[in-house]
C-alpha cells in the first residue's frame, strides 16, 4: 500500500511539471513600504503574474493595483493551503508569483514554503527586496554600522515560540547594534530585558517608507514609555545602539586625505 501511496505521489507530481509551460513559482520581496523600493526585477515579474499570493496588510496594496493577476491574500491560510492554490495554478499553466514583504530571507518563513513545493517538484526563484530594517536607517538617516560606535549589526526578535526569553538579554551584552523585528507590543518586556545602559540611544520606526511613518527617539530607560502612549504595537522596527544618535565615531580610511 505504502509503495502504491508513493507512486501516486511521484505521479501526481509529474503530471505537475508535464501540465505547466512554467514549473516555477518566484518569491519576490515587496519591499518595506513604498511601491517604488520593489526591485525593477520583481516589479517586472508582479505585473505579468498570472496569480499573485502575497502576505497581507504587509505589503502595500498599491503594488497590487496595477495588474490584472487573481490576487489571494495568504493571511489566516495554512501552508498546506498556500501550497495546493500555487501548484494548481501553475498546473493551468499560470504564471505565479509568491509576494513577501521586505527581503523573504527575513522572518519570511519561506523556507518551509519551498520545502512543501519541492514535493510538487516545483522550482523557485527568490528576488530580494529591501528590507524594512534599512528602509528604518534610511528614515533615520543614520549607518547601521558606524566605525569607532558600532561594527557589528545584531538581527533578532522577542521571546516567543522560537526563542528563549534570555537570548536578548545574551546579545545585548555584546554592545553591537540591534534591530528587533516584530517586537513593538513586547517594547516594555524588551528594554528591561537588553543590558545595555540605560542612555543608550533606541528608534522606533513605524510603517517606514509608508505615507503614514512614524519616528519616535528616545533611550532605553524610557523609549517604551514613549512607544505605549503613542499606541504603537506592531509593525515597527526597534533600533539599539550609539548608531542611532553618535556622539562620536571615527571617520573610514576609505575619504582619508592619507
Same mark, same amino acid.
Given at each position: 500500500m505504502t509503495d502504491n501511496k508513493n507512486n501516486n505521489s511521484n505521479s501526481n507530481s509529474r503530471n505537475y511539471s508535464n501540465n505547466r509551460n512554467n514549473n516555477k513559482i518566484y518569491f519576490i520581496g515587496a519591499g518595506p513600504g513604498d511601491p517604488e523600493l520593489i526591485t525593477v526585477k520583481g516589479h517586472r515579474l508582479l505585473n505579468s503574474a498570472d496569480l499573485i499570493v502575497y502576505a497581507g496588510s504587509l505589503v502595500n496594496p498599491e503594488l497590487l493595483s496595477n495588474t490584472d493577476a487573481q490576487k489571494i491574500n495568504s493571511y489566516g491560510m495554512r501552508?498546506?493551503?498556500?501550497?495546493? #492554490?500555487?501548484v494548481e495554478a501553475l498546473g493551468r499553466g499560470e504564471k505565479v508569483v509568491r509576494l513577501h514583504s521586505g527581503d523573504p530571507?527575513?522572518?519570511?518563513?519561506?523556507?518551509e514554503q519551498i520545502d512543501e513545493l519541492a514535493k510538487y517538484n516545483v522550482e523557485?526563484?527568490?528576488i530580494p527586496g529591501v528590507s524594512s530594517l534599512f528602509a528604518t536607517s534610511a528614515a533615520l538617516g543614520i549607518q547601521l554600522t558606524l566605525k569607532g560606535v558600532s561594527e557589528t549589526l545584531i538581527i533578532s526578535r522577542p521571546a516567543g515560540e522560537t526563542l528563549k526569553e534570555d537570548d536578548l538579554k545574551e546579545l545585548s551584552r555584546h554592545g553591537a547594534t540591534m534591530a528587533v523585528f516584530l517586537g513593538t507590543h513586547t517594547i516594555d518586556?524588551?528594554?528591561? #530585558?537588553?543590558?545595555?545602559?540605560p542612555d543608550t540611544p533606541v528608534a522606533v520606526v513605524y510603517h517606514a517608507s509608508w505615507k503614514d511613518q512614524k519616528i519616535?527617539?528616545? #533611550?532605553?530607560e524610557d523609549i517604551a514609555e514613549k512607544v505605549i502612549s503613542a499606541g504603537l504595537t506592531q509593525s515597527a522596527m526597534i533600533l539599539i545602539g550609539g548608531v542611532v544618535d553618535p556622539v562620536q565615531y571615527r571617520r573610514s580610511h576609505l575619504y582619508s586625505p592619507q
Open positions: 501552508l498546506e493551503d498556500i501550497t495546493s #492554490t500555487m530571507s527575513l522572518y519570511g518563513a519561506i523556507i523557485v526563484e527568490i518586556e524588551i528594554m528591561k #530585558t537588553v543590558e545595555y545602559p519616535i527617539k528616545g #533611550t532605553v
